[in-house]
């Protein structure tokens, strides 16, 4: 079951983009409400498959730590447009307690921080884009390619631009009817000066924090238990009596 | 973020009348729903305002978000929001034009692109659409605070639940403990920075001494949780504030119907309505009705609770 929905949940993360290129292409004409669907169900089936995987408190705590670190930096840069940490810091968690926690704080950061700044249909856009951002961060990871520095930077730099890509997207594909060539160049030339700016300010905040954050994180990673208690679950076999009420 | 009044429905409803100013007005008609079926009908407003680009059925929806605006926030917040989503609108009709050239009836011509009246009306309609979704937005947030919204989705995901309640207590709390953590070095005022470059590294200090910080508190309280029996059990109970009684099974069948039928009535007219190369004609009056009837549920529920209280009193 697991497995399944693992497999299904790439395939879904997958999903968003290609709905959104391929409704360019054919033309439909109720685009704005499917691909926002396509993204809501996206985000819903990696919750479920995320809870599934029963994580660890020592899992969980460290993606809302983060999560609210990203949200707490978007709202103390709100002032200052495009300077947005919360790309640099689903790098470094993505990088550091892998690519499903990667996904975990930029969709939380956004989905939080959004009180501050406002819902919209633009919500689940953000939790997307930067989710994939961690998620990539942390694939990437995995692959060793993150040990050469210029690589991380290069890909924040690239991440930043894709999160103004992939959210001008949806409203060139969705909102500009009938879509042409020229037209959707334009507005994404006339976006372009923002995203690079955002891709500045992700470049300069990973120099800042990536490598001494990511020590950090790991010395505390070391200081609190071995690997397995953050890799695996714990299952707790025996069902313990009514301590009263626990946390809710 | 807090409910206003987190007491007893009943309490509610005579501690916040009529003057209570933390919670908006017409919070408190909604405390009589469960908030499953508020949620539901809110969702299915905007999926139907997002879905139906249609003149008739955008103006709809956008007057009778406007008008609950102005019954919940009053006069002056309402009057300010339009006050830029009237921009909004006019810039969404003048960019659609310009990015896409079709239609038949020609405007006028800027650097050879024309402008179709066409084009004009589709880009209004989106710009419509999307301060209509907005205005809905921004009302269902009034009515539905995040407590109740995570009472209706914690029970389905109560680990993600449980992330983002976290996550709103420790934004506050990062804010608070940064506070501190600056006061403290300010404290050491032998090692105050003495130029820019000092100045910024000690921010970044500041901000990896908090994450730190953050991070091992945090980690003390998943080893407090796991103490008191966390994950001990496949499935944990949640206080359930909010019972689903007979209204609610009525009231949720009042919205799925009204919302079904105007759902197929919206799309028969959209089948039927173009606006290349020509604009259509819009069908008769009465298809429009139950949309109308659904998108101003919200305020007639308002208004009927209103009329309940006065009679009380």
């Given at each position: 079951m697991r497995r399944v929905l693992r497999a299904f949940e790439v395939l879904v993360l997958v999903a968003v983009p290609a709905v959104l290129i391929l409704c360019a292409f054919l033309r439909?004409?109720?685009t704005a409400v499917l691909t926002l669907v396509v993204a809501l169900v996206a985000l819903v089936v990696f919750f479920a498959s995320y809870e599934v995987g029963r994580p660890t408190l020592r899992q969980v705590m460290p993606t809302v730590v983060l999560g609210a670190l990203a949200a707490a930096g978007r709202m103390l840069f709100a002032?200052?447009?495009?300077?947005?940490?919360v790309t640099a810091v689903c790098i470094v968690a993505g990088v550091v307690f892998g690519r499903r926690a990667g996904f975990m704080v930029g969709a939380l950061a956004a989905f939080v921080s959004n009180f501050f700044f406002g819902q919209g249909p633009w919500t689940p856009w953000q939790m997307y884009a930067w989710g994939m951002a961690g998620y990539f961060a942390g694939v990437l990871a995995e692959s060793g390619?993150?040990?050469?520095?210029p690589v991380v930077y290069g890909y924040g730099f690239l991440a930043a631009m894709l999160y103004g890509v992939l959210l001008n997207s949806w409203y060139i594909v969705g909102f500009v009817?009938?879509?042409t060539w020229q037209g959707a160049l334009l507005a994404y030339g006339a976006s372009l000066p923002f995203d690079a700016a955002h891709g500045v300010a992700t470049v300069a905040f990973l120099l800042v924090i990536f490598a001494p954050w990511r020590k950090k994180l790991e010395r505390i990673k070391k200081k609190y238990g071995p690997s397995e208690m953050w890799d695996f679950p714990t299952v707790t076999p025996t069902a313990t009596r009514d301590h009263g009420s626990g946390p809710q | 973020m807090r409910p206003g009044g987190a007491v007893q429905q009943s309490d509610g409803q005579q501690a916040g009348?009529?003057?209570?100013?933390r919670r908006p007005r017409g919070a408190h008609a909604f405390d009589l729903v469960h908030p499953a079926v508020v949620l539901g009908c809110f969702a299915a407003i905007l999926a139907l305002t997002m879905l139906a680009i249609h003149p008739v059925f955008l103006a709809l929806s956008f007057s009778a978000a406007f008008s609950f605006s102005l019954y919940a926030r009053g006069w002056r917040p309402s009057l300010r929001t339009l006050a830029w989503q009237a921009p909004l609108v006019l810039l969404c009709a003048l960019v659609n034009p310009l990015f896409s050239g079709a239609g038949s009836t020609e405007l006028f011509r800027i650097a050879s692109r024309t402008v179709f009246v066409e084009g004009v009306a589709f880009g209004a309609c989106m710009g419509l659409m999307l301060a209509a979704a907005l205005l809905w937005f921004s009302n269902a947030a009034l009515v539905l605070t995040s407590d109740k919204v995570l009472g209706v989705l914690g029970g389905l995901l109560p680990t993600v639940g449980l992330m983002v309640s976290m996550t709103m207590r420790l934004v506050p709390q990062l804010v608070e403990r940064g506070r501190l953590i600056e006061s403290a070095l300010k404290a050491a005022s032998s090692a105050r920075a003495h130029t820019g470059v000092e100045g910024v590294a000690g921010r970044v200090r500041q901000v990896s001494v908090l994450m730190g910080w953050s991070l091992e508190d945090s980690l003390e309280t998943a080893d407090a949780m796991r103490a008191r029996?966390?994950?001990?059990?496949r499935r944990r109970t949640t206080y359930v504030r909010h019972r689903f009684r007979r209204f609610d099974c009525a009231a949720a069948a009042v919205c799925l119907a009204l919302g079904a039928a105007s759902a197929v009535l919206a799309w028969v007219a959209c089948v039927h309505?173009?606006?290349?190369?020509v604009m259509g004609s819009l069908g008769?009056?009465?298809?429009y009705l139950p949309f109308a009837l659904f998108v101003s549920l919200p305020l007639l529920l308002c208004l009927v609770d209103d009329a309940r209280w006065k009679k009380v009193c």
């Amino acid at each position: 079951m697991r497995r399944v929905l693992r497999a299904f949940e790439v395939l879904v993360l997958v999903a968003v983009p290609a709905v959104l290129i391929l409704c360019a292409f054919l033309r439909v004409s109720q685009t704005a409400v499917l691909t926002l669907v396509v993204a809501l169900v996206a985000l819903v089936v990696f919750f479920a498959s995320y809870e599934v995987g029963r994580p660890t408190l020592r899992q969980v705590m460290p993606t809302v730590v983060l999560g609210a670190l990203a949200a707490a930096g978007r709202m103390l840069f709100a002032a200052v447009p495009n300077v947005k940490p919360v790309t640099a810091v689903c790098i470094v968690a993505g990088v550091v307690f892998g690519r499903r926690a990667g996904f975990m704080v930029g969709a939380l950061a956004a989905f939080v921080s959004n009180f501050f700044f406002g819902q919209g249909p633009w919500t689940p856009w953000q939790m997307y884009a930067w989710g994939m951002a961690g998620y990539f961060a942390g694939v990437l990871a995995e692959s060793g390619l993150f040990a050469y520095r210029p690589v991380v930077y290069g890909y924040g730099f690239l991440a930043a631009m894709l999160y103004g890509v992939l959210l001008n997207s949806w409203y060139i594909v969705g909102f500009v009817q009938p879509l042409t060539w020229q037209g959707a160049l334009l507005a994404y030339g006339a976006s372009l000066p923002f995203d690079a700016a955002h891709g500045v300010a992700t470049v300069a905040f990973l120099l800042v924090i990536f490598a001494p954050w990511r020590k950090k994180l790991e010395r505390i990673k070391k200081k609190y238990g071995p690997s397995e208690m953050w890799d695996f679950p714990t299952v707790t076999p025996t069902a313990t009596r009514d301590h009263g009420s626990g946390p809710q | 973020m807090r409910p206003g009044g987190a007491v007893q429905q009943s309490d509610g409803q005579q501690a916040g009348r009529p003057g209570d100013g933390r919670r908006p007005r017409g919070a408190h008609a909604f405390d009589l729903v469960h908030p499953a079926v508020v949620l539901g009908c809110f969702a299915a407003i905007l999926a139907l305002t997002m879905l139906a680009i249609h003149p008739v059925f955008l103006a709809l929806s956008f007057s009778a978000a406007f008008s609950f605006s102005l019954y919940a926030r009053g006069w002056r917040p309402s009057l300010r929001t339009l006050a830029w989503q009237a921009p909004l609108v006019l810039l969404c009709a003048l960019v659609n034009p310009l990015f896409s050239g079709a239609g038949s009836t020609e405007l006028f011509r800027i650097a050879s692109r024309t402008v179709f009246v066409e084009g004009v009306a589709f880009g209004a309609c989106m710009g419509l659409m999307l301060a209509a979704a907005l205005l809905w937005f921004s009302n269902a947030a009034l009515v539905l605070t995040s407590d109740k919204v995570l009472g209706v989705l914690g029970g389905l995901l109560p680990t993600v639940g449980l992330m983002v309640s976290m996550t709103m207590r420790l934004v506050p709390q990062l804010v608070e403990r940064g506070r501190l953590i600056e006061s403290a070095l300010k404290a050491a005022s032998s090692a105050r920075a003495h130029t820019g470059v000092e100045g910024v590294a000690g921010r970044v200090r500041q901000v990896s001494v908090l994450m730190g910080w953050s991070l091992e508190d945090s980690l003390e309280t998943a080893d407090a949780m796991r103490a008191r029996a966390w994950g001990a059990t496949r499935r944990r109970t949640t206080y359930v504030r909010h019972r689903f009684r007979r209204f609610d099974c009525a009231a949720a069948a009042v919205c799925l119907a009204l919302g079904a039928a105007s759902a197929v009535l919206a799309w028969v007219a959209c089948v039927h309505y173009r606006f290349y190369p020509v604009m259509g004609s819009l069908g008769p009056w009465w298809g429009y009705l139950p949309f109308a009837l659904f998108v101003s549920l919200p305020l007639l529920l308002c208004l009927v609770d209103d009329a309940r209280w006065k009679k009380v009193c």
